[in-house]
């Protein structure tokens, strides 16, 4: 099967195109820039500006299923105005599924994000993006699956930490939710199906709403020590713990989330023991082991 990737050559891109590769797809990389990374050079790719018409034609052409990343976010450094943001994750989504329908391409992944919504122009976009989902799908009858991600923004190891118990997801979980909808697209194991992609604790309903009180005693009982490294690193707990039912994609899908805060301090409790400056990490490029 052979799969184009739009905004390939972003954070969670990559991730994807990696993750495609190692389940044996053949992958075309689509997007205005090639990637940076080493190891996907090789790949193909073709310069694609979403709006445009003739650069998503062509890179949709000859393809067996489409994954839709391409997108501007409130988050991007340097900022973007709300007229390219528009513009790009309305009418670039537009001109792909159009061009998926001339093509006759029954199987798409679409990013949708966990900031849906009427409270900012990046909200609506996805909003209007999955109402187009939904649109191509009643006229072609074609499986998309609307994947609403939660944050993977580039940032410090731990800050990274801190994120999975609040609103950040591993990109590694990303990318493994976006080859497990695309695999199922693929099946017709769904019509038109939508879930959220994030971190899941695990915890009690009573820990994830107390979690500043409750929280500490509860990542011992699991990672004995965790409570010093919480200290130790200063890293800062929430009041409450965003959590979310994530039965359906696993059953569905057949993905289940892999790395959570306990991961992570696992993770950080291996590099303390080692010594190194875990201050200075970075993720995507030092993500914690799993």
Known sequence: MKV?????????????????????????????????????????????DSRTVTDVQQAVKGVDGVIHLAAWHCAHNPPVSDDTIFAVNVDGTFQVLEACRREGIQSIVYASSMAYGWGSVYGVTKVIGEDLCRSYHEMTGASIAMLRYHEFIPRSYLEFGGKLLRNGVDRRDVARATVAALAAASKREFGLFRTIVHSNHGMSEEVRANFRSLGQAWCEERLPGASALIAKYDISLPGEVEQHDLTEAREVLGWTPQVGFIEFLRDLKQRDERGEDVRSLFVPSELPQV
Do not use: I, W
């Not at 184009?4 to 053949?26: F, I, K, M, P």
């Open 4 to 48: 184009l990737v739009t905004g390939a050559s972003g954070n969670g891109g990559q991730a994807v195109c990696r993750e495609l590769l190692q389940a044996g797809y053949e992958v075309r990389m689509a997007d205005v820039m090639p990637p940076s990374a080493a190891d996907l050079k090789e790949l193909e790719f073709v310069r694609c």
